[in-house]
């Protein structure tokens, strides 16, 4: 009885352990099943994914399905089709296990371009082509394929090509290939480079000061005058005695444009350079001229052309009016005889002026300097100065200035008669008036009919305002100044240059340059 109640339990619990077991199995079976799947499955969560242009966009094949560990790894994806560097719709899969996931990657471009100009301001000189590169430091985009131009419908016709010097304002429009635009304005301004004047070949006598500043000059039309800024450099530190040196003149405007210019300065004596001027191979119409002992001289022109000559020597003449104190006028004529840094002295007759202290002067530009100063006159013979303050006249230019070719050594020989002679008459416009032909008859000759009772003879046909006018030879020569004639017997009469010299020195202490 006792063995038989004690097995039943036994069994009892067999049968439990049995369900337990099974449960367990089956459990142990699902969470394995649930592991696997977890490990391995994959689905896709969406079919079109979106990025920036630019943006990072990932080839990971995990960012595109809902993956268990090893799916993430063991999937590949195919971005073969997709240009990341264009907007776009591209195609695109991930690829598992023979099962493939098909998605549509749009790349679009939103964001605008990014410009950046140059630190300005904008300088161009007129005629320049403009391109939208000459403002712009850098544009940023993500697309590459940009349209980079001006806006034209914003800037008037004919801005771009610069031909006008003014302020202009520019748009430039960056669109990229999405339709995007970005828009930066400035301001630009055309303007001419500056410019250098007076440069000419220099001749510079050994020992002089070249003040290459004196005589050149520049010029901005934004800036005004830049002479102040004009840079010169020689080629070498020291001038020679004789010899060429070259120059460089530099000047750069408040816009940065550069003017450069080469030059050359000449080192000669005085005395050849003078000989220069003499023979008429240099001149200051063309050159620049440093040291010379008279550089407004006229020089020798070719023997034989008196009408060549008398052109010539016409920027030597001058045309006088003395207004006296009853109202009326004396008329008369007159010749540069010296020209300094601030005045022009010019010789005439005592009797043209008379005892007045002052005299016009109408130069053959057609200047007039009223109420120029006679400085006096000589006591013997019929000679008398008038002086010209060049701050009267800053209208006339020096280049337009001759004083007349004064040769002593060629008169003192003088000689052989007869000479052929002429004298030219210019108005109160500075025209010719008249021109009067003839011959030297006695260099010096008795004068009859007052003191001083020698004077120079000549067959010219003199008439009333001939008066105070130079006498030249075919070559420019001054060979006397015309003062008076007689009607019976016709003679006409003038002062020796001899005495016209002497007596500039009586009356102005100054000594003529002479040959």
């Known amino acids: ?3 038989d109640q004690s097995s039943k339990p036994v069994r009892r619990l067999n049968t439990k352990g049995k369900i337990v077991a099974g449960l367990s199995l089956c459990f142990f079976i699902a969470g394995f099943i649930v592991l696997i799947h977890s490990l391995f499955f994959a689905k896709q969560p969406q079919n079109t994914y979106t990025f920036e242009l630019g943006s990072d966009i990932s080839e990971d094949p995990a960012d595109y ?20 560097a264009k907007p776009g719709r591209y195609p695109m899969c991930v690829v598992y296990f023979g099962k493939v996931f098909s998605y549509d990657i749009v790349i679009r471009d939103t964001i605008v371009p990014e410009i950046t100009l140059k630190e300005g301001p904008f300088y161009f000189l007129p005629g320049t082509k403009l391109e939208p590169s000459d403002f712009l430091e850098s544009v940023k985009d993500a ?99 004789k010899g060429e040196v070259g120059i460089t003149y530099t000047v750069t405007d408040s816009c940065g444009f550069t003017t450069t210019a080469e030059g050359t300065a000449h080192f000669d004596s005085a005395d050849s350079i003078q000989e220069m001027i003499c023979e008429r191979s240099i001149s200051r119409s063309e050159y620049n001229i440093v040291g010379a002992y008279n550089a407004y001289d006229t020089g020798l022109f070719e023997e034989g052309d008196m009408a060549e000559t008398l052109d010539g020597v016409m920027n030597s003449l001058v045309h006088l009016r003395i207004r006296k104190d009853d109202g009326s006028i ?182 003529l340059y002479t040959y």
């Open 1 to 3: 009885m006792t063995q």
């Open 65 to 84: 399905i809902d993956a268990g560990f090893f799916a993430r790894h063991l999937a590949i994806a195919d971005f073969s089709l997709v240009n990341k």
């Open 143 to 241: 697309d590459s394929l940009l349209n980079i131009s001006f806006d034209t419908e914003f800037i008037e016709a004919g801005a771009l090509s610069c031909r006008e010097m003014r302020e202009y304002s520019v748009r430039i429009m960056v669109e990229d290939s999405s339709g995007n635009t970005s828009v930066a304005v400035t301001d630009f301004l055309v303007d001419d480079a500056p410019v250098i004047s007076g440069i000419t070949d220099f001749y510079v006598s050994s020992g002089s000061d070249p003040d290459i500043l004196r005589y050149v000059s520049a010029y901005d039309r934004l800036d005004g005058d830049l002479s102040d800024s004009l840079e010169i450099t020689f080629e070498t530190e020291e001038f020679p005695e």
């Open 330 to 511: 004396t008329v008369g004529s007159g010749y540069i005889a010296e020209i300094t840094d601030t005045d022009i002295y010019v010789i005439t007759n005592r009797h043209v002026v008379g005892n007045y202290k002052q005299a016009d002067v109408y130069f053959t530009g057609g200047l007039c300097v009223p109420g120029a100063s006679v400085v006096g006159c000589a006591e013997e013979y019929d000679v008398a100065v008038v002086k010209i303050s060049k701050k009267l006249m800053p209208e006339l230019s020096d280049a337009s200035l001759n004083t007349v070719h004064i040769d002593m050594t060629y008169w003192e020989e003088l000689d052989a008669e007869p000479v052929e002679l002429a004298i030219e008459i210019v108005d109160e416009f500075g025209n010719i008036e008249h021109i009067r032909y003839g011959t030297l008859v006695k260099k010096l000759q008795t004068f009859p009919f007052f003191e001083p009772f020698i004077e120079t003879e000549m067959a010219l046909t003199l008439r009333a305002g001939d008066s105070g006018s130079a006498v030249f030879d075919p070559e420019g020569r001054l060979i006397a100044m015309a003062f008076a004639y007689s009607v019976a017997p016709e003679r006409d009469w003038a002062v020796p240059l001899n005495e016209i010299v002497d007596a500039y020195k009586e009356i102005t202490g100054r000594e």
